[in-house]
């Protein structure tokens, strides 16, 4: 099993739609989660940390499920500008290091 | 502030020759990380220094990857020689502090993108 697994999609939804990803991991240890978001031909960039009480920026929300041991995000009210390639990341305990997952490839259409 | 700086952003040679890549990461962060992405794929981590020591080197192929971080600030990744499947991104990160807590980005180059033929 991958210590990070995602769906890499494509996902495909209209303007204005909900779109939720999730990201499951096989370390039940795991401390600190992200969501990263990749442009196409550019850099990773964080979009946000995942707390375990669950955290909101804006349109965009972030769970953690211990008990099933999965992250997700949740985008609201899509934009075309939020059409990217979102990427899982999880640091593995005992360790400084951050694993990253496949990425989930999201396309917002007009 | 300035962010990670990267050269070349693109290189193109031949399987079995050697190629250097450089990186410049952001003043007074102690954490610098190389990735490679193959296309369709995350970034994985070859090697991770904390100042000028390594941290983790576990997936760098060392019979042909060579990394270096002198004097804690700049670093150089070396691939001698070159095979096709090195063919990707090689992204450098960098942290403000060891790298693994929820309160420390990384924040990335734009990568130097490597085509073996």
């Known amino acids: 099993r991958k210590e990070v697994e995602q769906d890499p999609g494509p996902f495909n939804v209209p303007e204005g739609a909900t779109v939720a990803f999730n990201c499951t991991y096989s370390?039940?240890?795991?401390?600190?989660f992200f969501w990263y978001r990749q442009d196409c031909r550019k850099e990773p960039k964080l979009l946000m940390s995942?707390?375990?009480s669950g955290n909101e920026d804006g349109r965009f929300t972030a769970q953690l499920n211990r008990a099933s041991q999965y992250i997700s995000l949740l985008i609201r009210d899509s934009k075309l500008s939020d059409s990217a390639t979102y990427l899982c990341?999880?640091?593995?305990?005992?360790?400084?290091?951050?694993?990253f997952g496949t990425g989930t490839r999201l396309k917002v259409l007009a | 502030e300035a962010g990670v700086a990267q050269s070349p952003r693109y290189k193109i040679i031949e399987k079995r020759q050697s190629v250097a890549f450089w990186c410049n990461p952001i003043?007074?962060?102690?954490?610098l990380y190389w990735y490679q992405q193959i296309l369709g794929q995350g970034p994985k981590l070859l090697i991770q220094?904390?100042?000028?020591?390594?941290?983790?080197d576990s997936q760098l192929p060392k019979d042909r990857f060579s990394a270096e971080r002198l004097k804690g600030v700049d670093s150089t990744l070396k691939i001698q020689p070159a095979k096709l499947e090195d063919s990707a991104v090689y992204l450098c990160?960098?942290?403000?502090?060891?790298?693994?807590?929820?309160?420390?980005?990384?924040?990335f180059g734009p990568g130097t993108r490597l085509t073996v033929l």
């Open positions: 990160a960098s942290s403000r502090l060891a790298g693994g807590s929820r309160t420390d980005t990384q924040y």
């Open positions: 370390n039940s240890a795991s401390q600190s």
């Open positions: 995942v707390y375990s």
């Open positions: 990341v999880v640091n593995p305990p005992g360790t400084y290091k951050y694993i």
């Open positions: 003043s007074g962060h102690a954490t």
């Open positions: 220094f904390q100042n000028n020591g390594v941290v983790d």
